[in-house]
């Protein structure tokens, strides 16, 4: 099962920031926190990951709270074609054993509106 | 070719058919999987390979059978399939399974089953 609890969907107004809330209260202190997005009908993009300190990339930022129980991810100026799914997974860094794999859940469905 | 492709992008196929989806990294990784997206569900894990070497079967049924025979082909061998079976099939890749900090997707096949 996923470890992560996100809305299911959500909308944002072009040029505006998107942020996506995500929640996991019972991650590990080895597990990371991942967001992928999948736009209809593609296979899903990697967009950032991080640990527990804030991370920034050219496609978003990555806030997560001191106690790690949850986090969000922040597109600065959403545009149209960030409309997309937006998956939250929480897993080790290194995998060592079945089962560690990524799990998807059933992400936001984040609309970008003109 | 860069990334991950995959091959045919649609296939449509009787019950009683024998098809293989081909999947190709071109990006040095050692690791592949397979994945399927049925509508309106999470991708869901079937297999993964590390090094050519199957190290997880998410209880997937016989009917669908991996092949693997190098670092940069994974194929999805098709036969007898059942009408719930239609949906994205997506393959991925990364560097390393123990430390696969971003999986990169393919495109998908989609796949309907009559």
């Known amino acids: 099962d996923a470890k992560t609890t996100q809305p299911p969907s959500m909308d944002c107004a072009e040029g505006r920031a998107a942020n996506l809330p995500c929640n996991h209260s019972?991650?590990?202190?080895?597990?990371?926190v991942y967001w992928y997005r999948q736009i209809h009908s593609q296979g899903p993009q990697y967009i950032i990951h991080g640990l527990k300190n804030n991370e920034t990339n050219e496609m978003a930022s990555l806030i997560i709270t001191e106690d790690r129980k949850s986090s969000t991810l922040i597109l600065p100026h959403a545009t149209l074609r960030d409309t997309a799914v937006y998956y939250c997974i929480v897993r080790v860094a290194e995998v060592t054993g079945y089962g560690q794999n990524f799990v998807f859940g059933p992400g936001t469905r984040l609309s970008v509106l003109p | 070719e860069t990334g991950v492709t995959q091959t045919p992008r649609h296939l449509v196929m009787g019950m009683t058919n024998k098809k293989s989806l081909k999947c190709e990294q071109h990006l040095g990784h050692n690791a592949m999987y397979w994945y399927k997206q049925s509508a309106k569900k999470p991708l869901e894990l079937m297999f993964v390979?590390?090094?050519?070497?199957?190290?997880e079967n998410n209880s997937v049924p016989s009917r669908f059978s991996p092949e693997c025979p190098n670092s940069s082909h994974l194929f999805l061998h098709l036969h007898t399939l059942q009408p719930e079976d239609s949906a994205l099939y997506l393959c991925?890749?990364?560097?390393?399974?123990?430390?696969?900090?971003?999986?990169?997707f393919g495109p998908g096949t989609r796949l309907t089953v009559l």
């Open positions: 991925a890749s990364s560097q390393l399974l123990g430390r696969a900090s971003e999986q990169f």
């Open positions: 390979y590390n090094f050519k070497e199957q190290t």
């Open positions: 019972t991650i590990s202190g080895n597990e990371y």
